[in-house]
């Protein structure tokens, strides 16, 4: 009998566990964005707006080594309700901290392991948020190729 050694790239890793956070905030009402700029000029993996405005960002871990390189993660708190990190089902676990939530994702959906704490957003900045996520929605929705709130 022949083994084949099949290697996911990271690259893969980070684009299937997107997609499968993406498909479980999709089944809970969110309605996801990938690749969102923040105004501090950092880059959620993925940004979400609940049915009650609620503002949900996942950061998508595809490695040990990209967790450790990653310092930026908490300036993603002030402009979210809700934080959590998503990875793959072999991604160990416990290396992350148990602060944010945690998502275990592969490319058909996720599932929660750990609900994310909930910060609400002060009036203004949720508005803020908003008005940029529904504009950065649409231009999207028309063609264009946009990233930045």
Do not use: H
């Amino acid at each position: 009998m022949d083994v084949t050694v099949v290697t996911v790239s990271r690259p893969e890793t980070t684009a299937t566990v997107t997609r499968g956070a993406a498909r479980l905030l999709t089944a809970l009402g969110y309605a996801p964005l990938t690749e969102v700029t923040l105004p501090n000029g950092r880059r959620a993996d993925l940004m979400a707006l609940g049915p009650r405005g609620q503002v949900f960002i996942v950061e998508v871990k595809s490695g040990i080594e990209d967790f450790r390189v990653d310092v930026k993660w908490p300036e993603y708190r002030p402009y979210c309700d809700a934080f959590a990190f998503a990875v793959a089902p072999e991604f160990p676990r416990e290396i992350l901290p148990e602060e944010p939530g945690l998502i275990v994702a592969d490319g058909f959906g996720g599932a929660i392991l750990r609900e994310a704490p909930v910060e609400p957003l002060a009036g203004a900045r949720r508005k803020a948020l908003t008005l940029a996520f529904a504009r950065l929605a649409a231009l999207r929705a028309g063609g264009a190729v946009a990233t930045e709130l």
